[in-house]
């Protein structure tokens, strides 16, 4: 069993909210616009992060991280992009690699917009944190916090805080 916390959008930014929930789980993943790699060294420095860069990443950042990150965890296959859309409105370039992945989780950032939703046609779950950041139109900074256990997604908790 692992415990994650799942986050997007900081846009460089990181305060001691998240601080204390990264040392609450034992993974820390960003789905994208991290906005300066002191976010990421510093969360790297507390528990193992896996990220992707996101639209406003600069050239470093995408050096460091990936557009997508492909892999598995505790028998859950994980696909993390920062824009991918939802399910029935996923990004045309995203579909077709989606569907390749046989994903059981997809994850997403971009539109600060805090969503979880089951895919039914594709058989995954599909999970958009919201953004942690304070940049943006959002006006609640939301992450979020759960376990992959022997393939499956559990104890999902939302994460809410005054921007």
Not at 25 to 32: F, L, M, R, S, Y
Not at 34 to 54: C, E, F, M, S
Request: hydrophobic share 40%.
């Amino acid at each position: 069993m692992k415990k994650i916390l799942l986050l997007s959008d900081t846009h460089g930014y990181l305060d001691d909210t998240i601080l204390k929930r990264a040392n609450e789980v034992d993974e820390i993943w960003h789905a994208g616009d991290i906005g300066n790699l002191r976010v990421t060294d510093q969360l790297a420095k507390i528990k193992p992060i896996r990220a992707v860069y996101g639209n406003i990443d600069d050239a470093k950042t995408r050096l460091q991280f990936p557009e997508h990150n492909e892999f598995e965890i505790e028998g859950v296959k994980v696909f993390i992009t920062h824009i991918g859309g939802y399910p029935g409105r996923y990004n045309p370039k995203i579909r077709p690699l989606l569907e390749k992945s046989k994903a059981d989780l997809f994850i997403c950032g971009h539109s600060h917009i805090l969503k979880v939703m089951k895919d039914k046609r594709l058989d995954l779950l599909h999970m958009n944190p919201g953004a942690i950041g304070i940049h943006g139109f959002h006006k609640v900074r939301t992450m979020l916090s759960f376990e992959v256990n022997k393939g499956s997604i559990e104890n999902l908790v939302v994460l809410e805080y005054p921007r």
